[in-house]
């Protein structure tokens, strides 16, 4: 970068570019919502065969198109301002010394030197000491050995002409680097030939997210931060106060902040999510072919050898243990990709029964994977129900998980006499990996107590209703402890809590938890072992848990069997188990139906 071109330059010229790339991020995006939410919703609920197949499918790969554009423009838009604020900088240091220069009576010249006049007070000689010409220097130790050589010149005129060229040729090498590293990002910024958004194209994604991000760390690091540590209303009020330019910027290089921040308004949570999504499913898809590349798949058959008789049996085939061993730790391996493969699938299904849009509040494919999915728009919903999952729960796995909260949704809906309904799966703890090894300690609640708390109270943050939404926890199995541990050491913003196949809340009475009286419901199922398991596993002096009469939850009647047919149905239709679940979450609990109190004299009969 030279003299000329740097003063040349107009950073404002980037910017105008960079409102020109997010107008077309926009539009892009506008374009996705308009097709996922409206175009194949229609097309859902009014066209049926092979052809309406086809073209829902068509139209799930032209919103991927849109959504790719919204991502990529999104980065170039941020790259650009980015790039303006570097470069601005560095132009604005070169015009302050340029106007010192010129202030000094000095004359710069084209490759950045600059001659200055005689003067100073006459020497021995009678002379006035000469004037001279001096380049800038950057190198610590030429610069260094550049001012002690002006400082002992009896020429005032030279300690100023060495300050004001290095100053010049300083801001010259900054813009020169700023130039050096933005060039190639920009370079990166672009899209392969085809019309598909391939995996490849995703991860590719990802890694430019991650080299904007990384390039643009000073401009973003001077754009209003985050609250540290703060409330979800704290982080509502940062949210809104930012400037539209500055929300773009934080979405397109730290979706992953931004979606998991409690407080800010769900639609903004699903827009980051689902770019996080993307991406992760990209680079995901990545290892998978390159486990598999590295895994050749072994043989999977071989003769059946008659175990008494040492006699291979014609026309009898068994597994191999390799090909066991192998499918294992292929299906681990592709764990992941099913989880965000069933996020995707709710994705599509919206529209269908009635279902409403799919809002992705939170996602993480670190570890065994977080994920917290909407049904409807928590934001603007009169009932919302928060359901949180128990032991062996985890990204790849998350598909049930979410099938239970859209029948909830149905369930629910039909009991809402109009109102809107949201209800969420809230996946955004560590689950015990195991019922016998895991679930007995504690800590696993404990850690993931405090995220509860902040998502609920986060919800109660970016709500928009004109009435304060009535607010229902649902917790199973160990997600029941989780949420009796949330109760406990903080304030669990609910209105009403249901436990199934609880195994203990960590209290010892309703009246202990976080809602009103008569507003904590219970549902053990025949043939679940679980709640047994930790009324007897504390050393067998018997533990109270919900089921308990001595807890005092209301004990609602339960038509279904086991530990996970609490959401079963029945010929379409919920079980009782299940609408005993709706009718709390839409505040009718006067019409849930209740066990019968136990016979204090049964054990006469």
Known sequence: MDLATLKALEPAEFLEAADGYRSTSDMASGAKDRIERRIAVAM????????????IKQLGELSKNFHYVQIECGLVSTALEAFSYEMGAAKRKLEAALDAARAAKFTVHADGSISYPPGGERGEDGKVPEGGTVSGLTDGTASAVGRQAANVDPNPHHRLAQEYADRIVGALKEATEVDEKWAP??????????????????????????????????????LPQPPEKGSPKDNAQWWKALSAEERDAWISTHPDSVGALDGLPATVRDEANRMVLAEAHGVGQGKYDAWLKNHPEPERFQDYIDPYSGVVLKGVSVETQAWKDWEEARKNAHKSLDGMNAIQTRFDATGTNGLPEAYLLGFSAEGDGRAIVANGNPDTADHQAVYVPGTTSELGNIGGNIDRMTKVWHAANDEADGKSVSTITWLNYDAPDSVVKDAPFEHYAYDGAPALNRFLDGLDAAHTGDAEPHRTVIAHSYGSTLVGAAAQTGHLSADDLVFAGSPGVKVSGADELDVPKGHVWNEE??????????????????????????FGANEMT??????????????????????????????????VALKPPPDPWAHVK
């Open 44 to 55: 859902r609920n009014s066209l049926k065969g092979e052809a309406a197949t086809a073209a």
């Open 185 to 222: 990002k920009l370079r990166a910024l672009k899209a392969d030939d085809d019309l598909t958004v391939s995996d490849t194209d995703w991860a590719d994604a990802s890694s430019d997210t991650r080299g904007v991000s990384e390039a643009g760390k000073k401009y973003l690091d001077s």
């Open 525 to 550: 199922a025949d043939g679940d072992p679980v709640p047994d398991i930790g009324r007897w596993g504390h050393g067998g002096d018997g533990f109270i848990i919900p089921s308990d009469p001595e």
């Open 558 to 591: 339960t038509d279904t069997e086991g530990h996970s047919g609490y959401w079963d149905e029945r010929s379409g239709s919920p079980s009782q188990s299940l609408k005993n679940q709706a009718l709390v979450v839409v505040g009718k609990g006067d019409d």
